[in-house]
């Protein structure tokens, strides 16, 4: 587990782009059991390829574009274990990956970016691709 002085920067990152955030099991399944629409769900992490790809792309994808999902959320891998191993078990039959990012529409996975599809990609990539995403399923 990290200390929560290292990773509140990273949190504060996307929660005041906008970003619930999950700390527990009960909180991730109160959202995905009860939201109708779409969520875009960012598992964080403090891996560079989160710092440097995943986080400032997912913001940009929220810019300048005609759909974006209803609701963002986020939980942080190596933090908020129990609320991470939750949302895990609704990213399924993807394998536990960091950062990644998933979107859901009515509580089921309709899209995920895996964490090898964020390393080597830089913001601007990752945020282009959502983007797409975003045109077709929101």
Same mark, same amino acid.
């Given at each position: *587990?990290?200390?929560?002085?290292?990773?509140?920067? *990273?949190?504060?990152?996307?929660?005041?782009?906008?970003?619930?955030?999950?700390?527990?099991?009960?909180?991730?399944?109160?959202?995905?059991?009860?939201?109708?629409?779409?969520?875009?769900?960012?598992?964080?992490?403090?891996?560079?390829?989160?710092?440097?790809?995943?986080?400032?792309?997912?913001?940009?994808?929220?810019?300048?574009?005609?759909?974006?999902?209803?609701?963002?959320?986020?939980?942080?891998?190596?933090?908020?274990?129990?609320?991470?191993?939750? *949302?895990?078990?609704?990213?399924?039959?993807?394998?536990?990956?960091?950062?990644?990012?998933?979107?859901?529409?009515?509580?089921?996975?309709?899209?995920?970016?895996?964490?090898?599809?964020?390393?080597?990609?830089?913001?601007?990539?990752?945020?282009?691709?959502?983007?797409?995403?975003?045109?077709?399923?929101?």
């Amino acid at each position: *587990m990290y200390p929560e002085q290292l990773v509140a920067p *990273m949190r504060e990152d996307l929660t005041i782009a906008g970003f619930d955030e999950f700390k527990t099991a009960e909180e991730v399944d109160a959202h995905m059991e009860s939201h109708k629409g779409t969520t875009l769900v960012v598992i964080n992490s403090v891996c560079g390829c989160a710092a440097g790809a995943a986080r400032p792309g997912v913001k940009l994808s929220l810019q300048n574009t005609e759909k974006q999902p209803d609701k963002l959320a986020t939980v942080f891998a190596g933090v908020d274990h129990e609320a991470v191993s939750r *949302m895990r078990e609704y990213t399924l039959p993807y394998p536990p990956s960091s950062p990644s990012i998933a979107l859901f529409k009515d509580g089921e996975l309709i899209h995920f970016v895996e964490r090898h599809h964020i390393e080597g990609r830089n913001a601007e990539m990752i945020g282009n691709h959502l983007r797409e995403v975003y045109q077709e399923l929101c």
